[in-house]
């Protein structure tokens, strides 16, 4: 499932280009084509970059470097599933009741277009699970919880935003039977995920770049763009809003996982072997009913494991609820009991989620939603002279790039233009150096969105020569 209709699935995204090109930069020794500006840690493209040039070397993804990376995920994917199931026993949940959390999470639409996209997220939260199935260790082993402080700091360093979940660890760290190396356990957790974190500061000190200078990067910059500089997504209660429609676009492809999730996960408090569940779900879902800062569409990634756990736990505590109350019953009634209450379950899971999934996967499984993207490629790789400065949007930018002979500067994705100050050094006459622009989908609205005035310019003094579907080829007018 995690293989099929890969390429085909999702329509490719800007991020997955830069990841794309930043995993393919670590073989070549760089963190980044361009200056690497602390936008994320760089652990997960360095793990996808560990793996990408396997199918890529295979002629996997239609021979695209971004479709190779798209089978560099398929681990991930993998592991996160098997975690699924594993930390569902850990929890003591029936056999049946852990296999129901794996496959809900497998078969969901959400699964299926954004956990097999190259998204940091996906990379990051097998290690996550690691940490909380190291946590619920039966053996209460100090080491245990140590590797468990160890993968949690991996998951945050893969993709910072899985940080939220730090507090569900935490609980369902103490939230177990007293043991006789608790506090140890505890101070372990913490004390080495925190060394293991500081990685990423101490690699900005080394190189100088911890704090804000004009000639440089800086850790301190990223933060605060991200924290203070930013544009936020608006407001969930605002239906004009980013996030009122992010909202409702996960809700379209799975609605039911969403909805049940949240249902079963207060159902997990009700007992205090899963009660982590529900703070896991409550710290996913905090930021999205704040409307404080951006929130990126992969957001959801994060809380698909913990909805698909919720699912099976609350039902495998509905079960031994039944199992309790029906101990008096002879075994021929209880029998009945056990299988109507089984056919039940199975008429709801069919009725509540069968209708839309079946669409959806349908639809998921069968269309190319990059085929305008392809041909595309292919014109701008054809037609554009191998001279002219062109900008591009970054999820085509390493395939246009992948022989080097145009030069760094020569194809540069659209952003570059205005933030990088290289290209003013290689370009001294700025937007009259553009001659091509290609536009995305997402093109217009990352120029208003970043204060893109270099390329905003050249678009403007810019006419289509190309159109297929939502792209575009646009030769600029310099005077």
Not at 74 to 84: D, H, Q, Y
Not at 154 to 159: C, D, I, P, Y
């Amino acid at each position: 499932m995690s293989l099929w209709n890969l390429n085909g699935a999702a329509v490719l995204m800007e991020d997955e280009g830069t990841y794309t090109a930043q995993a393919f930069s670590v073989m070549e020794g760089e963190l980044a084509p361009y200056t690497y500006r602390y936008e994320h840690p760089p652990l997960g493209w360095i793990q996808l970059g560990a793996l990408a040039w396997l199918p890529h070397a295979l002629g996997l993804g239609d021979g695209t470097y971004i479709g190779a990376t798209r089978y560099a995920i398929t681990p991930f994917f993998v592991a996160t599933a098997l975690l699924i199931y594993l930390i569902a026993r850990r929890l003591d949940i029936y056999r049946p009741f852990a296999a129901l959390s794996t496959v809900v999470f497998i078969l969901s639409p959400l699964s299926l277009v954004f956990g097999r996209q190259v998204f940091l997220d996906n990379v990051g939260i097998p290690w996550l699970l690691l940490a909380f199935w190291m946590t619920m260790s039966p053996r209460a082993a100090l080491w245990h919880h140590i590797w468990a402080g160890a993968f949690f700091a991996l998951a945050v360093l893969s993709k910072e935003t899985l940080a939220i979940f730090g507090p569900a660890l935490l609980v369902a760290l103490l939230n177990r039977p007293m043991w006789s190396n608790r506090r140890f356990s505890v101070v372990g957790l913490l004390a080495v995920g925190g060394v293991v974190i500081s990685f990423y500061p101490l690699m900005a000190i080394l190189s100088g770049e911890l704090w804000a200078r004009s000639d440089r990067v800086s850790l301190q910059d990223a933060l605060a763009y991200h924290f203070m500089d930013r544009s936020g997504s608006g407001s969930i209660w605002d239906s004009e809003s980013d996030r009122f429609d992010l909202l409702n676009g996960w809700l379209y492809y799975d609605e039911y996982l969403v909805g049940a999730g949240a249902v079963a996960g207060l159902i997990c408090l009700a007992q205090r072997r899963t009660a982590w569940i529900m703070v896991a779900v409550a710290s996913f879902t905090v930021p999205i009913v704040a409307g404080i800062g951006y929130l990126p569409g992969m957001y959801i990634i994060g809380v698909l494991p913990f909805l698909a756990l919720a699912i099976g736990a609350s039902l495998d505590l509905l079960w031994r609820w039944m199992e309790k109350h029906t101990i008096a019953l002879g075994a021929p009634t209880r029998l009945w009991v056990q299988l109507t209450a089984a056919l039940c379950i199975a008429a709801g899971l069919v009725l509540m989620a069968v209708p839309q999934w079946l669409e959806q996967n349908r639809m998921i499984l069968t269309r190319e939603a990059n085929r305008d993207w392809a041909s595309t490629l292919q014109w701008v790789a054809n037609e554009i002279p191998p001279k002219d400065t062109v900008l591009v949007p970054a999820v085509m930018w390493k395939e246009l790039h992948a022989d080097k002979s145009s030069g760094t500067w020569t194809v540069v994705p659209t952003e570059k233009a205005d933030l990088d100050p290289q290209f003013l050094i290689e370009h001294p006459q700025g937007a009259d150096a553009i001659d091509w622009i290609v536009v995305g989908p997402h093109t217009r609205k990352s120029i208003d969105s970043l204060d893109l005035d270099m390329a905003g310019e050249a678009l403007e003094n810019s006419v289509p020569v190309r159109t297929i579907g939502d792209w575009s080829v646009h030769r600029v007018q310099n005077e």
